[in-house]
């Protein structure tokens, strides 16, 4: 289909995870012509560049095409860094622009194949199919391609992006993810024997309070999100933007919704209380 249509090959979208490395088997096992490709999203962990290399390397020796692909965001260089300040607010679950900054934008024109599977649900058996229009879908909600939501399909097109996606594993379950990495015997990501369980940005809003561990593991992520989030401050004051946020501590404890905000209290601003006697 990707050559009829595009002229060129499949492109396996390479995320440096788990489902990823299940995709890139099955499309190498497919026999068809395709190429691998990982966005450069400049927040992953050192070990997921250091594996997707290794993984680059051994696909180059047998003949694919593997790129590195670095983002763009209205014709300049973007990193997470630059792009919390020109955004003016923190990615969260809901406003996940990094994503489509970072790792949507690739690939326009062409048919990629994405690691995306449906959380486990029962209503997902109702609502298969095979092809998907993005802009006709009822809830007209934008779907990024990280998301395993119940609604994706095993073939998808993208009109706006004029991509076409395939998401050859969207019924897998987690155990069929892992029952064929292991009896594949298929590299994986060391992140994944240090507690992880799914790979993607440091800090990433979808990782919830698993980001403590995360920036525990990686506390210079958690450094650059700071000074992130000063340059944006820096931004949202000098354009007079109204904000409760004073400074970059702030930001970060609203982020990781610990309820640090301004006029709360936290049970470390109790100790030394004297209780009422009697
Ligand atoms: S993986 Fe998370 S943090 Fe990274 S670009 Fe996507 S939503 Fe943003």
Same mark, same amino acid.
Not at 103 to 108: H, T
Not at 167 to 172: A, G, R
Not at 268 to 271: G, K, L, R, V
């Given at each position: 289909m990707s050559l009829k249509l595009y002229g060129s090959p499949l492109v396996v979208t390479d995320s440096g995870g788990k489902d990823s490395a299940v995709c890139r088997e099955i499309v190498r096992r497919a026999g068809i012509p395709y190429e691998v490709q990982h966005n450069?999203?400049?927040?992953?962990?050192p070990q997921t560049i250091y594996y997707v290399r290794d993984t680059f390397k051994r696909l180059e020796e047998q003949g694919v095409t593997c790129r590195f692909s670095y983002p763009f965001y209205k014709e300049q260089r973007v990193t997470m860094w630059t792009l919390i300040p020109i955004k003016k607010f923190p990615p969260t679950r809901l406003q996940r622009y990094c994503c489509q900054v970072l790792?949507?934008?690739?690939?326009?024109d062409r048919f990629i194949t994405t690691g995306v599977r449906w959380a486990e649900s029962i209503k997902r058996r109702k609502n298969r199919g095979v092809y998907e229009n993005f802009t006709s879908n009822r809830d007209k909600k934008i779907i990024l391609?990280? @998301?395993?939501? &119940?609604?994706?399909?095993?073939f998808e097109s993208c009109e706006l992006k004029g991509k076409r996606i395939c998401?050859?594993?969207?019924?897998?379950t987690d155990r069929d993810i892992w029952d064929y990495i292991r009896s594949e015997r298929l590299p994986m990501n060391p992140l994944y024997d240090m507690g992880f369980f799914r790979v993607g940005c440091?800090?990433?809003?979808?990782?919830g309070k698993r980001r403590w561990m995360e920036f525990s593991i990686f506390p210079t992520y958690k450094q650059a999100y700071m000074r992130a989030f000063g340059r944006m401050l820096d931004v949202i004051h000098a354009e007079g933007i109204p904000t409760k946020w004073k400074t970059a501590g702030d930001v970060f404890s609203w982020w990781m919704e610990?309820?640090?905000?301004?006029g709360q209290m936290s049970l @470390?601003?109790? &100790?030394g209380w004297e209780l009422p006697s009697g």
């Open positions: 450069l999203t400049t927040a992953d962990a790792k949507e934008a690739s690939c326009r391609n990280n @998301d395993n939501d &119940e609604q994706r399909r095993l998401n050859p594993i969207v019924d897998w440091i800090g990433c809003p979808m990782a610990d309820g640090q905000i301004e @470390d601003d109790f &100790e």
